[in-house]
């Protein structure tokens, strides 16, 4: 027999995880159901993933411009030095003649980009991605029992007592 309640029991009520009441001596159970399977979950994809709609909405990455890389100055004026500037004035000048000075280079390998300009698919900022873990472990605690059963199943020494 249920417990009596105040004011009227409507259906939405014996569906609420906190007003289920477990039967006398029981405890209630931490795990949910599955939603129906008509119950849409997730987002809404506007694509069906067909090799029509694959091939006719092909999106290409367009490709990087030129690294911006500021001149290399320590190039420029060695080169000015051996044509014999020196004066600020002939600097000036030697540098508006020669707008494209050399870019600097990159000093070691571990500065230098990926080949392709893009990281790992399966990395963001440096952090690999975890794998999913099955949703129904972990709506019904399965973890945590295994935790638990695995907690209890090792051996102890005789003076130790365990909660349980």
Request: proline share 9%; with cysteine; hydrophobic share 30%.
């Amino acid at each position: 027999m249920s417990s009596p309640r105040l004011g009227v029991v409507r259906k939405s009520m014996l569906t609420n995880p906190l007003l289920i009441k477990p039967p006398l001596g029981r405890a209630c159970s931490r795990g949910l159901f599955f939603p129906e399977p008509d119950v849409p979950c997730g987002i809404r994809s506007h694509c069906n993933g067909s090799v029509a709609e694959v091939l006719s909405h092909w999106e290409v990455q367009p490709r990087p411009k030129e690294l911006l890389q500021s001149t290399n100055f320590m190039s420029l004026n060695r080169d000015a030095v051996r044509a014999g500037v020196v004066t600020s004035k002939e600097m000036s000048q030697y540098r508006a003649q020669r707008a494209k000075a050399p870019i600097q280079s990159w000093s070691s390998s571990k500065d230098k980009p990926n080949a392709s300009g893009r990281s790992a698919p399966d990395i963001m900022f440096g952090v690999t991605h975890k794998p999913s873990d099955k949703m129904a472990d972990l709506l019904s605690h399965t973890y945590g029992h295994l935790w638990l059963e695995k907690e209890l199943s090792r051996p102890r020494e005789p003076g130790k007592r365990v909660r349980e």
